[in-house]
């Protein structure tokens, strides 16, 4: 008898552990059956708005009055339920693709499409940096230096620039435009409007254009080399220019002088990428919760119900046990000092080590993990991730100084770094080499982020201890290393000189080769027109906490 009612309730725990199993493959497999028929499988669905089916129909065959429906078919019964409406011939089309801007990038939507524009800091503020060094630093990015579709675009582009100028503690600079003259247009006579054109390919119409007073003038005009910049101007400023532009108006000026005013921003633009869209429909993913939230339930009720079970086995365990003492002779004892019964723990132990229940084991917090924007490099460092951006400042005539790249990067929110070991500096030294390349160069120079110790003026004090690392993030020595007699004794100003990095294609050949190779570091002076001439520079920042 105990051994059968062990034994049923042995069954139950069976069953219950069966019944569970099967309502959880039921309800795991309906939601991936409603996705087949919803998202294409069930054919066409009926709606009752937005047009997908018409009551009416403009054949002759397929509609008729209700007189006429009478008449042929007498009346309908009232019980019969009413004619079901007819499926629409095909499902509803897809949501298109969407176009979008990368983050940081401005979206605008112009007649052909969604069109992303960045306004960025060039880092320079000696006015050193031409129309075409702005268009080197834009095809950097995989974009053109662009122009404006519309005021709306002009006003937005000048108030992002104006801020970022305010950040500089300046009140007014240049931004540089995608435009030129027209050729054959050497004067002012040619109109203020179709002078110029837009240079982007994307850019279309007048209506982006707004001069500053007598603009475009005939003063400086050097024919079909004629470039347009933005004047960015805040509201406190006070000089030269004061009643002739007011932010974001447009300003003539030559492509490749030394530009005033001296703080130089550029417009990027490229066109928005596509992104598909989401397919699950609302009904799908409201049920999909559902069946989530039911398996859930399912799971707390199936697991009460077998802790119920076990309690049961286990009482009538120790009812078998104490009926099958009963029924012995001699197993009962009394004790002398009480008129109650009671139970020999010696002829009649209770098992007190029973196995446990399993405990389902609790799970691990999700790990918030540091991840690098797009297009920045990702190292792991002792004290976290590290993101590193390469980037090709637009200067190719050595106008760019180490304060200059500290500035680019500052408008990233970033700072120019360093490199935390060899990994770190090979990288780098590797993607910079292609974006030389791809301006057709084979020698270039990338400032890093490090001065010599203050007191350090000789090249006595050693190869690595000269130099320290300026980011607040970059540590130790694992990241140097020098070209042939670095660093030297020529050219030392003491505290202010400072590290670029040289960038040397395979098929270089020139005054440099047997001092450097690929990845050298060089100790140069931080402000002087610097060698080799096309700049770059390395901007660092923690990882984003995802």
């Known amino acids: 008898m105990a051994i059968t009612h062990a034994s049923q309730c042995l069954m139950k725990l069976k069953r219950a552990k069966t019944m569970k199993l099967l309502i959880l493959v039921f309800l795991v497999t309906v939601p991936f059956i409603a996705a087949i028929f919803l998202e294409g499988g069930g054919g066409g669905r009926y709606h009752g708005g937005g047009g997908g089916f018409s009551s009416s129909s403009s054949s ?27 499926r629409p011939p095909h499902r509803p089309p897809r949501p298109p693709t969407r176009e979008q ?62 801020d970022k100028l305010i950040a500089l ?135 009460d119900e077998v802790k119920k079970i076990v309690k049961v086995i286990e009482f009538d365990d120790d009812v078998v046990e104490g009926r099958s003492s009963i029924g012995r002779k001699g197993n009962k004892k009394f004790s002398s000092s009480s008129s109650s019964s009671s139970w020999s723990s010696e002829e009649h132990p209770r098992r007190e080590n029973r196995r446990p229940f399993p405990r389902r084991r609790s799970q691990r917090p999700t790990e918030i993990k540091e991840t690098c924007d797009d297009g920045w490099l990702e190292f792991k460092r002792p004290n976290g991730v590290w993101c590193i951006l390469v980037g090709y400042s637009g200067v190719s005539n050595g106008w760019y100084s180490q304060q200059d790249a500290q500035n680019t990067c500052t408008g990233m929110g970033a700072v120019l770094t360093g490199f935390q070991n060899e990994n770190e500096r090979m990288t780098v030294a590797g993607v910079a080499l292609n974006k030389l390349t791809t301006l057709g160069q084979t020698v270039g120079g990338l400032w890093v982020g490090a001065t010599n110790l203050p007191a350090c003026r000789v090249n006595s004090c050693g190869p690595y201890n000269t130099f320290q690392w300026t980011d607040g993030h970059t540590t130790g020595v694992e990241g140097f290393k020098w070209g042939v007699g670095e660093p030297d004794n020529v050219n030392w100003p003491g505290a202010t000189a400072c590290i670029q990095q040289f960038i040397v294609a395979p098929n270089y050949v020139g005054m440099w080769k047997g001092y450097f190779v690929n990845g050298d570091l060089d100790k140069y002076q931080c402000n002087s027109q610097v060698t080799p001439p096309p700049r770059f520079y390395i901007c660092g920042k923690r990882g984003v906490r995802r």
């Open 60 to 86: 002759s065959g397929s509609s008729g009055s209700s007189e006429e429906h009478e008449h042929h078919h007498g009346h309908r019964p009232s019980n019969r339920p009413p004619h079901r409406p007819p």
């Open 101 to 162: 801007c990368d983050d940081g990038w401005l979206e605008f939507q112009r007649p052909n499409g969604i069109w992303c524009i960045l306004v960025g800091y060039s880092g320079v503020s000696n006015g050193w940096y031409s129309q075409q060094d702005a268009q080197n630093t834009c095809t950097g990015m995989g974009a053109v230096l662009t122009g404006f579709q519309n005021e709306n675009e002009r006003m937005k582009v000048a108030e992002v620039a104006l």
């Open 169 to 303: 503690g300046q009140t007014v600079g240049g931004i540089w435009v995608g435009a030129t003259n027209l050729p054959g247009c050497r004067v002012n006579s040619c109109g203020p409007y179709n002078t110029f054109q837009w240079t982007d390919g994307e850019t279309t119409g007048i209506e982006g254009f707004k001069w500053g007073v007598g603009e475009p003038d005939n003063s400086n005009w050097p024919g079909a080399t004629a470039c347009i910049q933005q004047f960015i101007v805040a509201p406190n400023y006070v000089g030269m220019w004061n009643g002739y532009f007011v932010n974001g108006d447009l300003d003539k000026y030559q492509c490749v002088s030394q530009a005033t005013p001296p703080p130089r921003f550029y417009m990027c633009g490229k066109r928005g990428r596509l992104q598909k869209p989401k397919t699950m429909k609302l009904p799908l993913a409201v049920l999909l919760l559902l069946c989530l939230a039911t398996i859930v339930t399912s799971h707390k009720k199936g697991k």
